[in-house]
């Protein structure tokens, strides 16, 4: 296998199809798939599962996308050492974001890459923990943010720190409520994502609570939208809803009794990334440091103190939610 072929596998891995990789690269299908067979024939493995819908990559094929990785990587930084140019870093970066934090980090992070690297083309790709997951373990994204991300010895994880998660809801919006207990959040009619509402109820099934979710609905833009105009309450992570609130269209609300939150890390597959994708993992690490974007994933607008600490749901003394009594009554 020459360094082309080399080149020609990585790209088809990490777009997830021949076809679009052949348009990118300038070359016929039919050839590009011969290229694969033949570094197939070569390795006397299968690098890639046909599937209707593009490839994905096999355990060889991941294990052999993680040396070649590696090969391209020294090679980089060895061009880049002999002719001094460190920075001129360029070439395609995929990058995943979750659907609950693209609005609050992506423009943050493509206004400071093409800052410190404008020959690097960024390819943002949006979706929920499991479909970022996916894509990073078949090869179609260099590196990822996710939220309670899984164990897998082919992925590095770095943990970023904690999002915390609050019911928002916009019926009702001059209420004095100040907060949901735990039964409470049990009883309201939910609009929430299929990975939201299982993460959720597994952190709240040690208390024998499940979920109303009348709304299932695998869109934070669909969920956002019925929110905002009133069709039900939700719950999600704080930034998600974050304009809404301060704009005073949507209300955001606390749940006492349990630290509801999930820990957000960035994600890579194993072994030395390339220059490019080292370079934005950094950014997104720094951005996701300052002041400004750790207050967003764990305060809502207006708190004083971020939700992920001891008791931060609990009523205030004297405040007309905690005259309030309530019946803690179990959950179906």
Known sequence: ???????????????????????D?????PAL?????????EI?????HRLPQGVQLTEAGRQFHERCRRIMHEFALAKQDISGRRGSLHGNVAFGLPDTLAALLAPSLVRRLRVEAPNISLRIVEGDGPFLTEALLAGRLQAAI???????????????????IAVFDARNLQDAREY???????NLPLMMTTALRRFVEAQISGFGKRLNVQVEVDSISAIRRMVVAGMGPSILPVATLREEVESGVVRAFPISGIELKRVLAIVQPKGAPAPAPALVVRIARDEMALPRNEGALTMIPGQ?????YPGAAEPRLGSRASMRVREETSCA
């Not at 798939?33 to 024939?41: G, K, P, T």
């Not at 006397?44 to 890639?48: D, I, L, T, V, Y």
């Not at 996710?146 to 915390?164: F, I, R, S, W, Y």
């Open 33 to 41: 798939s011969r290229h694969i067979r033949r570094l197939e024939v």
């Open 180 to 186: 949901y207990t735990l039964a409470e959040i049990c």
């Open 146 to 164: 996710l939220p309670a991300p899984v164990n897998t010895p082919m992925l590095d994880v770095l943990p970023l720190g904690p999002e915390a």
């Open 25 to 29: 690269l300038g070359i016929a299908q």
């Open 44 to 48: 006397g493995a299968e690098m890639f």
């Open 1 to 23: 296998m020459n360094w082309k072929g080399m080149e020609y596998f990585l790209h088809v891995a990490d777009v997830g199809s021949i076809t679009m990789a052949a348009r």
């Open 304 to 308: 004083q103190r971020p939700l992920d």
